[in-house]
C-alpha cells in the first residue's frame, strides 16, 4: 500500500493501481521505450501486480497507520518483486525483462548490512539480471536499450508513486531515460511538466481508498482521484 494522511484517517493506493496509473503517465509523456512497446506497457502497468494478495485489505503497520509499502523486509520485498516478475512472464517475454531488471535496479541499490542477507539479495538480484538479458537477446533488443527502458520504467514509476503520496512535497526531481533533468511540480491535483516531456495537457484518474484512522483501519470509502497533468513551457 501507498499511504498518506487524509482528515478522517488515511488515504490508501494499491501498488497494482499504482501500476495502471505509471502506464497512464507513459502514454501521456514524450518518452518512449527502445524495445517491444506492447510488452513494455504490459511492464509498466503490471510492475507491481505480485502486491496484489497483501494489499487486498489495510494492515496495521509499524507505527500509528497502516501497513506501507516501506515497511516490509527486505526478504518480503525479495518475494514479491519474484512474484511480479512471474507474473510479467505469463504477459510478455518483455514485461518480464524490464520487470526482473527494474527489480534488480531497486533492490541493488539498497544498503544491507548483514553479510548473509546481502549475498542471497545479490543472488536474486543477479538471477533477475540474466534473465532480463536472456529475455531481451531473445527479442533481439540491444543491452543499451534495455537499460534506457529500465531507466523509463523507473521514472514513470517514481511519478506515479509521487501522484499517489509518496514522498511528499510539491516537488519532484526527475531524470529522464537520456539522463535529462525534469522537475515537476503539483498543486493538489493540478501538476505541471515541462512541455518537452508532457506534449498535451490531460487527466489522469487514480483509486483510492479511505480507510479509519485506527486499527483494524476498516475501509470507509472506495473513490477516483482526477490528476490534471498540465504542460508548461
Known sequence: MICSRS???????RQPDHGVLA???????????RGPLEGFRLAVAHHDDGWGQ???????GDGEGPESFLELSLPEHLEISGESVRLA????????????????????????????LAEQRDAVI?????LA?????????????LHHDQRLCAMVDFMSLWLCGWPEGDELALERPSGEDADVERDGDVV???????????????????VAGAVPFPIVGESVRTISLVAVA
Do not use: F, M, N, T
Open 133 to 145: 538479458e536472456q529475455r531481451a537477446d531473445e527479442l533481439g533488443v540491444a543491452p543499451a536499450d
Open 192 to 210: 505541471r511538466l515541462p512541455a518537452a516531456l508532457l506534449p498535451a495537457s490531460c487527466d489522469l484518474v487514480v483509486p483510492v481508498l479511505s
Open 54 to 60: 497483501r494489499d487486498r485489505k489495510p494492515r496495521a
Open 89 to 116: 512472464g505469463d504477459l510478455h517475454p518483455y514485461a518480464e525483462a524490464i520487470v526482473a531488471l527494474h527489480g534488480a535496479w531497486l533492490h541493488g541499490a539498497r544498503i544491507v548490512q548483514d553479510p548473509e
Open 23 to 33: 502506464c497512464a503517465l507513459l502514454d501521456a509523456i514524450a518518452d518512449a521505450p
Open 126 to 130: 543477479g538471477s533477475w539480471r540474466a
Open 7 to 13: 482528515g478522517q484517517g488515511w488515504e490508501l493506493v
